[in-house]
């Protein structure tokens, strides 16, 4: 059922970072080995994140997740994550099952296996995993009861590309579902004897289920086609609302989360301080599908983030949210919290504030004196395009910040912007270059001409990608050559002297739009470039277009079907069935106000 | 005499945590002195760092008996409850052996350690001498020969020892210097050669290399061996 240490050290030699897989750091929380055994009707489950260890460990929805498992008697929770490619050539060669991080324990022995759909782009990864782990890819392959396979997070509010392997999806908080959801496995564990005793077969535990609120399962519902590959019907007409946390403040924060052995992304105390966004920019799915806004009380947090920072010894701390800035009590938070004494000073971080001259001063209060990281989110050139967006963010804002930036001596900042928007203009590509011009010009007035030389503007271009249950997931994704004309256009009158510019490749934003607004084939898709080998496909080095072009092309599906394809707004949409608390109309309505300006 | 409260200890890095790299290890312990409310002191640099240091850094894969550590700490903690607020959170694979205060002015690890002792625990399970004590102790003398004559020997390896305790296993002791000097000198010590090039040696005359201990290190002093801490002399 596991794999013993000496089994283990023989796989890692040779093996790149062999730190991933030994586990053993500062926080574990899972039943021990002799417990494990001594009780045979404790839950196993184990929380999957589908990339490698590095990317995965920050993940705030895992050590959410497994505190809330282990703190529970009858339960345990392990971790796994993608073993990178040479362990995974070596698990193959040695024919060795993937296994958990603590006790080790090969994935097919669990009776709970949650995957963490963050992104599209970890999907292939997620089949990869299963087969790792000596489980059937496709649901209706797996024979036994369990392990039940199971995915959550942002990504699964379309669960239909995943829905083949599938046997039931969470969408929304998990908080509270993954306890009735591991109580009513427990209960038929017992029931029938560890799985063993066929009293009723799966179906019946699935049905259990399905009556817990946020629970997809796809075997239960049918969809109907018409002959152009759109949707039909989807029956039974009903609709799975996604579960939702009234009151953050009921959970308390994680104080004793795992702390990685190895160097990691994000290597910090990481705290959600709100949850969900009232922006309402358009293109942004999180904003919509974590709605309604919830703040955690500051003075609740503050002891919980001070205890947190003793326990795990870390000197950063991160305070998380989709737009800081909005968070009522801030100032109170940062202010208090910078009182902690550690040994060295502590690093706070705001990964998503939105900077505006009235918060500079808190900006300045963090970064105390380091000049690094000045981050600006316009996203569009043209006043014209961020009014279409919704992205409240004036040529003012941005400008007089820069002039507050450039006078208190930074001389690095970062811009983002996206191409192919919906109702782009020509006229908005250009007004990205003028913008970007405008800082400079900015810059030359305020920063020394001997000082010039060192300002360096990193501008950052993302391609546009229609997402579920956002304003614009009718809208048609720009096609590959068209924003390649416009990068090109841009990275040409950019001035290249003082600035860096970078973007995504399109290729990959096309498969993802693909995998975002898949209905049910995109499954078979899905497992196709799997076969072929597509796996890590966030890794810009591993991603393989023509791979996954062929998949597409070899299931007789095409991708322009769900990328350059304006949804006419009648057509039911593959992920209609579930509810996020955002009416259709509504996001129609947004749509319609988009278009008109 | 100096007014500053130095402490030099000694903490082992063993079983799971022999995969984690130098760098991890150094985060590990500054974690846990923050965990164990330890305050050490910092430099008046421009961006302050911790006043603490480590000595030589051990190749992945190797368990270590033998890593040093000096830090200065901003109270007066006496180097045994130094020792015991530390380990509390420490975990088993990773623990301060022995620890003690520096009085005077000493120069850093890395600066003065010279020499570092490893032991080769290398078993014969497999081989076509199995059982055989005679041809195990024949080969053992004939590859201790051809270490000694590899390229940069006597730049890297300041002593080879050999001894079997069983027929089956046996033990080969390697002082070698601790210094990595310039990319020609001590071939066999640069770090990432060190797992590959002995195995591939062994595979050689037929053995199979079953673990390699970081045992201790040494500084030498007038042809005598003293470790790290034997080198802080009482009052």
Redesign the interface.
Known sequence: MNLEFKELEKLLTGIEKPGRYINHESGIKSKNKDFIEQHPDIVLSVLAFPDVYEVGMPNSGIQILYQIINKHSGFSAERVYAPWMDFEARLRKEKVKLFSLENRIFLDCFDFIGFNAAHEMLYTNILNMLNLGGIAVSSKDRKNIFPLVCAGGSATVNPQPLSKFMDFFVVGDGEETIVSLLEKIGYFKKMSGNGKVKIAGKELLLKEIGKIDGVYVPAFFKVYFNTDSSIKEIKPDIKVKKALIKDLNNYEIVMDPVVPNIQIVHDRFSVEIMRGCARGCRFCQAGFVSRPVRQRNAKILINQCIKGLKNTGYDEISFTSLSSADYSQLEYLITNISNFKCSGSLSISLPSLRLDSFNFELAELILKGRKTGLTFAPEAGSQRLRDIIKKDISQEDLLNCMEIAFSRGWDKVKLYFMIGLPFEEQEDIEAIIILINKVIDKAAKIIPGKKMGRLQINVSINAFCPKPFTPFQWAPQDDITKLKDKFNYISKKIPRRFVKLNWTSPEKSKIECALARGNIFLGDVIENAWKKGAKFDNWTDYFNFILWMKAFEEEGHDIDFYTTREIPPDEVLPWDMIDVGVKKEYLLKEYGMAKKL | MITENIIRFKFHKR???K???H??II??M??????S????K?DKGFN?K?EISFSNPTP??VESLAEYCDLILEDDTSANDFTGKINI?L?E?MKIISAKKVPYKVPSLMADIDLVLYIFKISTAGSKFYGNSISVNENAVKLKERIECENGFSKSIFKIDQECTNKNILFLKIFGYAKILKEVNNFIFKFNNF?SFFSEILKEYDFVLDEVIKQEMYILQNSFLENPLERIKDY
């Open positions: 079983a799971e945590y995969y984690l790299s760098l991890d985060r590990l500054t974690r846990a002195l923050a965990r409310n330890t305050i050490v910092y302050p911790p992945l894969g959170v975990p694979q797992l």
